[in-house]
Every structure is written in structure tokens, then in C-alpha cells.
């Protein structure tokens, strides 16, 4: 098979650039991703950190539809791990198997399906103490407001219907997740998908 181009972030440079800078600031130990569809982010994840990289999704389907069969052992050896499942209900089990020195903690949260697991993936995050403050979240497909990017559409029962995903819709998981204070923004510029990116980062200072 011939090399696949490696196209993290769906063609967007200035995404990596942007986590980079937050891996640096906040001194980032590992990183957890939700929705790798074919790993090329994740395998950018890997250069990003010296910790663990570790990626859920419910799925190989299209990992190995472009990689090949040895596409998830490939993964392995990079020393990325892959949690099969629903990450609304297997990311908090896999924070378990994490250690204290794992964090400070990058998560980049992008299975947005159907069922869009965002708010189970916030609590799950919050409900382990050691990300309390000390998790930087960037939260792919958002809208920006007052930029033609795309971005998901989500719906609960307490969202009064259809909601863009973005920070108006999930503002009220944050201060369990930042009992110390955060700021959030949006990226200013975009390229490749042109997709809406959500970071919120703790209060810089708070990160230990």
C-alpha cells in the first residue's frame, strides 16, 4: 500500500500550533483524545508529548480502512493505546489506569456522533480529582461566533432543542471542572476543514 499522507486535524497546521503553545504554557504531561476516526491527529498527539497518548473511539472502521489491518497494532507501537467503546462511558475507567504523574492532562474532545458523548466526557473528567484544574480541554466542531467555520449541531432534553456545539451549551459542566477559575476562547484562524475549535484552559497558574 502506498504512504498515506499525514494530514492531522483534518488539514488544520494552525490546531497543532495552538496546542503546542498550550502543551508548553501549562506543561501538558499527557493527552487524551476522543474520536480518532483514522489516527491522524493522534499520531501527531504522539510528537506532541512524552507521556501517554491515549485515544477513544467506538470504532476501527476507517483506522483500518486507510491503514491497513496492521493499522491498530501500528498504533501500539508508537505507544499510543486505543480504548474501544463509548467514551461517555469508558473515559473515566481509563483516567483510573492513569497515574499521578500523567498529569497535567491535554484532552481533545471530537466524538461528536449522533449521540454526542461531550457531556458525559466533561463529567467523567470531573469526577476524577486529579484533572480538577489541571486539564486543558480543546473541544473540536464548535461554533465561533461571527466566523463561517463548520461545526456540530447537539440536543438534550434540558438544551431546548437543537443547540450549536459550542461554549453556550456546555458553560454550565466548566466550574466543576475548574474550581479555581478558567478562561476560554475560540481559534482566530482556521484551515484545511475549517472547523470551530472551543479551548478552555484552567486559570495559568493553577496547573501543577
Not at 60 to 89: K, M, N, P, R, Y
Not at 112 to 119: E, L, R, S
Amino acid at each position: 500500500m502506498s504512504a498515506v499522507p499525514h494530514t492531522p486535524f483534518n488539514g488544520d497546521q494552525y490546531i497543532g500550533v495552538e496546542l503546542r503553545r498550550l502543551i508548553a504554557a501549562h506543561e501538558i504531561r499527557s493527552i487524551v483524545e476522543t474520536g480518532m476516526w483514522s489516527a491522524h491527529s493522534t499520531r501527531e498527539f504522539r510528537t506532541m508529548v512524552s507521556g501517554r497518548v491515549t485515544t477513544l473511539d467506538i470504532t476501527t472502521e476507517h483506522l483500518v480502512e486507510e491503514f491497513g489491518s496492521g493499522a491498530v497494532e501500528d498504533l501500539a507501537a508508537l505507544g499510543i493505546e486505543l480504548v474501544l467503546g463509548d467514551s461517555g462511558e469508558t473515559l473515566a475507567g481509563m483516567l483510573a489506569g492513569y497515574g499521578d504523574e500523567d498529569f497535567p492532562l491535554l484532552a481533545y474532545l471530537d466524538g461528536h456522533g449522533p449521540d454526542c458523548p461531550i457531556v458525559e466526557e466533561l463529567d467523567a473528567l470531573a469526577t476524577d480529582w486529579r484533572c480538577l484544574d489541571r486539564v486543558v480541554l480543546a473541544i473540536h466542531d464548535c461554533i465561533v461566533p461571527h466566523k463561517p467555520w463548520g461545526y456540530n449541531t447537539v440536543e438534550w432534553p434540558w438544551s431546548g432543542g437543537p443547540q450549536p456545539l459550542g461554549y453556550e451549551v456546555l458553560k454550565h459542566k466548566f466550574p466543576a471542572l475548574y474550581p479555581s477559575g478558567y478562561a476560554y476562547y475560540y481559534n482566530e484562524k482556521a484551515e484545511g476543514c475549517q472547523r470551530g475549535v472551543l479551548y478552555v484552559t484552567p486559570v495559568l497558574g493553577n496547573v501543577t
